[in-house]
Protein backbone atom coordinates (compact mmCIF):
# COMPACT_ATOMS: atom_id res chain seq x y z
CA UNK A 1 0.00 0.00 0.00
CA UNK A 2 0.92 3.77 -1.05
CA UNK A 3 2.24 5.46 2.12
CA UNK A 4 1.02 8.91 1.37
CA UNK A 5 -2.14 10.12 2.64
CA UNK A 6 -2.39 7.56 5.25
CA UNK A 7 -5.93 6.68 5.64
CA UNK A 8 -5.87 5.00 9.84
CA UNK A 9 -8.70 3.18 9.63
CA UNK A 10 -8.05 1.65 6.45
CA UNK A 11 -4.57 0.97 7.64
CA UNK A 12 -5.89 -0.68 10.65
CA UNK A 13 -7.43 -3.04 8.76
CA UNK A 14 -5.14 -4.13 6.22
CA UNK A 15 -2.70 -4.34 8.81
CA UNK A 16 -5.16 -7.26 10.89
CA UNK A 17 -5.37 -8.81 7.79
CA UNK A 18 -1.78 -9.04 6.88
CA UNK A 19 -1.34 -9.96 10.72
CA UNK A 20 -3.87 -12.69 10.51
CA UNK A 21 -1.95 -15.46 9.31
CA UNK A 22 0.89 -15.16 10.81
CA UNK A 23 -0.98 -15.21 14.94
CA UNK A 24 -1.65 -18.82 14.89
CA UNK A 25 2.71 -19.20 14.88
CA UNK A 26 3.57 -16.05 16.51
CA UNK A 27 0.76 -14.84 18.34
CA UNK A 28 0.07 -11.39 18.63
CA UNK A 29 3.81 -9.79 18.77
CA UNK A 30 6.42 -7.86 17.56
CA UNK A 31 7.44 -10.29 14.92
CA UNK A 32 3.95 -11.23 13.63
CA UNK A 33 3.53 -7.35 13.08
CA UNK A 34 6.71 -6.57 11.76
CA UNK A 35 5.89 -9.48 8.86
CA UNK A 36 2.64 -8.06 8.37
CA UNK A 37 4.60 -4.79 8.24
CA UNK A 38 6.84 -6.53 5.59
CA UNK A 39 3.81 -7.85 3.80
CA UNK A 40 1.62 -4.71 2.71
CA UNK A 41 5.00 -2.46 2.12
CA UNK A 42 4.31 0.27 4.88
CA UNK A 43 6.85 2.12 6.26
CA UNK A 44 7.10 0.89 9.70
CA UNK A 45 7.32 4.56 11.40
CA UNK A 46 3.99 4.90 9.94
CA UNK A 47 2.88 1.60 11.19
CA UNK A 48 3.49 2.49 14.64
CA UNK A 49 1.39 5.78 14.47
CA UNK A 50 -1.80 3.70 12.87
CA UNK A 51 -0.55 0.81 15.99
CA UNK A 52 1.84 2.80 18.64
CA UNK A 53 0.97 -0.58 20.32
CA UNK A 54 2.07 -2.99 17.74
CA UNK A 55 0.02 -6.36 17.15
CA UNK A 56 -1.37 -5.59 20.96
CA UNK A 57 -3.76 -3.38 19.06
CA UNK A 58 -4.57 -5.11 16.00
CA UNK A 59 -5.47 -7.58 18.91
CA UNK A 60 -7.73 -4.87 20.19
CA UNK A 61 -9.27 -4.30 16.74
CA UNK A 62 -9.81 -7.81 15.82
CA UNK A 63 -11.98 -7.98 19.05
CA UNK A 64 -13.87 -5.03 18.09
CA UNK A 65 -14.48 -5.80 14.34
CA UNK A 66 -15.89 -8.90 15.93
CA UNK A 67 -18.17 -6.91 18.09
CA UNK A 68 -19.26 -4.87 14.93
CA UNK A 69 -20.22 -7.68 12.70
CA UNK A 70 -22.27 -9.19 15.54
CA UNK A 71 -24.40 -5.86 15.34
CA UNK A 72 -24.95 -6.37 11.90
CA UNK A 73 -25.45 -9.88 12.22
CA UNK A 74 -28.09 -9.59 15.39
CA UNK A 75 -29.97 -6.73 12.91
CA UNK A 76 -30.81 -9.34 10.14
CA UNK A 77 -31.34 -12.33 12.43
CA UNK A 78 -35.09 -12.65 13.83
CA UNK A 79 -35.33 -14.00 17.44
CA UNK A 80 -38.67 -13.42 18.16
CA UNK A 81 -40.39 -16.32 19.77
CA UNK A 82 -37.44 -17.05 21.88
CA UNK A 83 -37.11 -16.30 25.86
CA UNK A 84 -35.38 -13.58 26.71
CA UNK A 85 -32.63 -16.15 28.09
CA UNK A 86 -31.95 -17.72 24.92
CA UNK A 87 -31.74 -14.37 23.09
CA UNK A 88 -29.23 -13.88 25.04
CA UNK A 89 -27.63 -17.23 24.26
CA UNK A 90 -27.35 -16.85 20.96
CA UNK A 91 -25.75 -13.32 21.08
CA UNK A 92 -23.41 -14.73 22.63
CA UNK A 93 -23.00 -17.87 20.37
CA UNK A 94 -22.96 -15.83 17.72
CA UNK A 95 -20.36 -13.55 18.84
CA UNK A 96 -17.66 -16.35 19.70
CA UNK A 97 -19.02 -18.03 16.02
CA UNK A 98 -17.59 -14.59 14.38
CA UNK A 99 -13.80 -15.47 15.36
CA UNK A 100 -11.30 -18.01 15.47
CA UNK A 101 -10.22 -20.02 18.21
CA UNK A 102 -6.78 -20.02 17.91
CA UNK A 103 -6.95 -16.20 17.38
CA UNK A 104 -8.59 -15.70 20.34
CA UNK A 105 -6.11 -17.93 22.51
CA UNK A 106 -3.43 -16.17 21.26
CA UNK A 107 -5.05 -12.70 22.43
CA UNK A 108 -6.05 -14.19 25.75
CA UNK A 109 -2.56 -14.94 26.43
CA UNK A 110 -1.94 -11.03 25.44
CA UNK A 111 -4.67 -9.67 28.04
CA UNK A 112 -3.51 -12.35 30.64
CA UNK A 113 -0.05 -9.77 30.97
CA UNK A 114 -0.71 -7.20 34.11
CA UNK A 115 0.04 -4.87 31.73
CA UNK A 116 -2.68 -5.18 29.52
CA UNK A 117 -5.44 -7.29 31.87
CA UNK A 118 -7.23 -3.42 31.90
CA UNK A 119 -7.84 -3.40 27.70
CA UNK A 120 -9.20 -7.05 27.82
CA UNK A 121 -11.19 -6.46 30.96
CA UNK A 122 -12.88 -3.59 28.94
CA UNK A 123 -12.77 -5.74 26.15
CA UNK A 124 -15.40 -7.79 27.66
CA UNK A 125 -17.10 -5.42 28.91
CA UNK A 126 -17.58 -3.55 25.31
CA UNK A 127 -19.33 -7.01 24.22
CA UNK A 128 -21.53 -7.05 26.89
CA UNK A 129 -22.86 -3.75 26.15
CA UNK A 130 -23.01 -4.09 22.46
CA UNK A 131 -25.15 -7.59 23.35
CA UNK A 132 -27.46 -5.43 25.57
CA UNK A 133 -28.24 -2.68 23.45
CA UNK A 134 -28.67 -5.02 20.34
CA UNK A 135 -31.22 -6.99 22.60
CA UNK A 136 -32.88 -3.78 22.90
CA UNK A 137 -32.04 -2.41 26.91
CA UNK A 138 -32.52 0.92 27.63
CA UNK A 139 -31.69 0.79 30.80
CA UNK A 140 -29.96 4.40 32.88
CA UNK A 141 -29.84 3.88 36.63
CA UNK A 142 -27.51 0.65 38.55
CA UNK A 143 -29.26 -2.08 36.13
CA UNK A 144 -27.15 -0.42 33.48
CA UNK A 145 -24.14 -1.76 35.10
CA UNK A 146 -25.53 -4.81 36.92
CA UNK A 147 -26.52 -6.24 33.71
CA UNK A 148 -23.48 -5.77 31.85
CA UNK A 149 -21.03 -6.94 34.78
CA UNK A 150 -23.09 -9.81 35.20
CA UNK A 151 -23.11 -10.83 30.99
CA UNK A 152 -19.31 -10.33 30.86
CA UNK A 153 -18.61 -12.76 33.58
CA UNK A 154 -20.70 -15.10 31.14
CA UNK A 155 -18.71 -14.14 28.38
CA UNK A 156 -15.39 -14.38 30.42
CA UNK A 157 -16.36 -18.44 32.05
CA UNK A 158 -17.33 -19.02 28.28
CA UNK A 159 -14.53 -17.98 26.42
CA UNK A 160 -12.27 -19.62 28.26
CA UNK A 161 -14.30 -22.89 28.26
CA UNK A 162 -14.97 -22.72 24.63
CA UNK A 163 -10.99 -22.37 24.12
CA UNK A 164 -10.25 -25.42 24.95
CA UNK A 165 -13.87 -27.20 23.62
CA UNK A 166 -13.12 -29.74 21.31
CA UNK A 167 -16.67 -31.62 21.43
CA UNK A 168 -18.41 -31.69 17.48
CA UNK A 169 -19.66 -27.99 16.84
CA UNK A 170 -18.91 -26.80 19.72
CA UNK A 171 -21.84 -28.63 21.62
CA UNK A 172 -20.24 -28.64 25.10
CA UNK A 173 -19.63 -24.71 25.11
CA UNK A 174 -23.34 -24.08 24.08
CA UNK A 175 -24.43 -26.39 27.58
CA UNK A 176 -21.84 -24.65 29.57
CA UNK A 177 -23.50 -21.02 28.17
CA UNK A 178 -26.70 -22.14 28.84
CA UNK A 179 -25.96 -22.99 32.51
CA UNK A 180 -24.39 -19.52 32.62
CA UNK A 181 -27.12 -17.84 31.43
CA UNK A 182 -29.06 -19.57 34.24
CA UNK A 183 -26.63 -18.24 36.64
CA UNK A 184 -27.79 -14.71 35.25
CA UNK A 185 -31.28 -15.14 35.30
CA UNK A 186 -30.98 -16.79 39.10
CA UNK A 187 -29.09 -13.35 40.08
CA UNK A 188 -31.88 -10.85 38.63
CA UNK A 189 -34.26 -12.68 40.61
CA UNK A 190 -31.77 -12.37 43.85
CA UNK A 191 -31.64 -8.97 42.75
CA UNK A 192 -35.22 -8.14 42.14
CA UNK A 193 -35.87 -9.58 45.94
CA UNK A 194 -32.94 -6.94 47.86
CA UNK A 195 -34.44 -4.47 45.67
CA UNK A 196 -37.58 -4.73 47.67
CA UNK A 197 -35.92 -3.86 51.11
CA UNK A 198 -36.50 -0.26 51.63
CA UNK A 199 -32.99 1.13 52.18
CA UNK A 200 -31.68 -0.56 49.20
CA UNK A 201 -34.44 1.30 46.96
CA UNK A 202 -33.16 4.29 48.12
CA UNK A 203 -29.40 3.54 48.12
CA UNK A 204 -29.40 2.39 44.43
CA UNK A 205 -31.61 4.85 42.91
CA UNK A 206 -29.21 7.55 42.89
CA UNK A 207 -27.30 5.92 40.49
CA UNK A 208 -26.99 6.45 36.66
CA UNK A 209 -25.33 4.99 33.78
CA UNK A 210 -22.80 6.87 32.46
CA UNK A 211 -23.13 8.93 29.71
CA UNK A 212 -22.32 7.72 25.92
CA UNK A 213 -18.46 9.33 26.19
CA UNK A 214 -17.39 8.36 29.80
CA UNK A 215 -19.02 4.76 29.55
CA UNK A 216 -16.89 1.58 29.61
CA UNK A 217 -18.70 -0.10 27.12
CA UNK A 218 -18.17 3.13 24.41
CA UNK A 219 -15.66 1.44 21.72
CA UNK A 220 -13.44 4.64 21.70
CA UNK A 221 -10.03 4.03 20.28
CA UNK A 222 -8.30 4.32 23.87
CA UNK A 223 -7.98 1.12 25.28
Known amino acids: MKNDHLDVARAKAELLAAIMPHVPFDGWSDPAFDQAVRDLGLEPRLARLVCPRGAVDLAVEYHRAADRALVAKLAETTLEGLKFR ?6 VRMRLELVDPELVRRAASVFALPQHAATGARLVWE ?33 LYWMGDESEGHAKSWEFLDGRIGDVMQFEKVKGAVMKLPFVGGLLGAIRAPGPSSAPGTTGEGA
Open 127 to 159: TADVIWRALGDTSEDYNWYSKRLTLAGVISSTV
Open 86 to 91: EKVAAA
